[in-house]
């Protein structure tokens, strides 16, 4: 029997266009306060930033949703507007494939001088987000693939496959966010 591992795996670059919607969710501002509160709930009860990519003042735990009720709000807001992206951009409506979104990952990062996030994806998520708590006059954007370049605004929401390679390059102004991923999965009736 072949061992798996001897196997040469290569790889091919497809030069392709992936998706990456915006919006302002300046309407669902209690969400947004709502959020930031639990980020500083969290910084107290979990002190210990988490190991990660990101190379920050702080990031909370990776199941955050699950540990303070103040981002259900949010998460839930955020899956519906991946919800509508994916019916209305990429042509596929999951709820009639009997197909819902789940917020896997949720977590908070606050980011001041110097902070920054190493280059990464969120695979295997379908879709991810970034939601801008606060976002001063000079922080450092999000660079998606080393191509597309964002500069963010308090009360905007990024969303993205899961993918999309992207980071944050070295910070210069306060910079507090939201993170999620998620996976579509079967409806459980």
Known sequence: MADINSI???QYEVP???PVFHCHLGAFADQLILAREAIEELRISHPE???SNV???YMSPWKSHQLNPKFAPLTETVKQM???A???HLVTDLANLNLDLVVTDCWGVIYEESDHTILHSHFPSDFSAVIYLEAGPNCAPIVFDNHLVI???PGWLILFPGMLRHHVPENHDRRVIVSMNMLKLPKFQ
């Open 151 to 153: 500069t963010p605004q």
């Open 8 to 10: 040469e795996l290569g």
């Open 49 to 51: 930033s988490t190991p």
């Open 16 to 18: 392709t266009k992936l």
């Open 55 to 57: 190379k920050s003042v």
């Open 82 to 84: 991946a919800m509508r």
């Open 86 to 88: 994916s019916r209305q």
